[in-house]
């Protein structure tokens, strides 16, 4: 597991104002979940010391969830022996982000993915930004039902920052396939290996 990144300043920890009493929650988004990583976001991570290995995982996908997705994003996934795969953050022992830290929440400040930056917001098909159905189950900002508007600021973004990263998330599905396949074996090989 990665150790704590003691270069960040405190004021870059990444904690919302809205998910300030709930991202080290035990059923908060950051504990419940692996996330999907752009080849940007893994470059990001990287950037700050963590070895590939330590940050990332092969975190794998089931077609009976993906029934629902869009094309590009149900494109987007590295199918390796008939197994379907993306790169997502990495997992600790308690099935939590390696990236969570109790009673600080994201480690990883400026850093961290985009699908982190814009969670519980995604964008349908008409462009309009949206609170990603089903989410209202494990988001606290989505189970209150805010205005679209008003719960982007309590996740410290902006409209235009929101549709920026889903662009940036959308582009990284379409363009970085062979990326992603190689990242995804090294994962995978060191899996086999033992090692991780
Ligand atoms: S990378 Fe940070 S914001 Fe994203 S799930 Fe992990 S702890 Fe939460
Ligand atoms: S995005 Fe939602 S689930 Fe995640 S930490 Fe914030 S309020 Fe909690």
Redesign the pocket.
Known sequence: MAAKNACLPERELFI?S??L???G?S????A?SYVPLTIADVDAILELGYPLEEAAQAGEYYEEYLDDTEPWWRASMTEMEGRLFRVTTRKNERAQCVFLREGE?CVLGANRPRV?KI??FWVDESGAIIVEPG?EE?????AGAVPVERGIR??DESPESILEYYRDIQRDCQENGARHRELLARLLEKKEAGAV
Do not use: F, R
């Open positions: 919302a809205g998910c009493q709930c991202a929650n059923e908060s988004c950051c419940e929440g982190c969670y519980p989410e494990c988001c606290n900002i989505a309590m996740i």
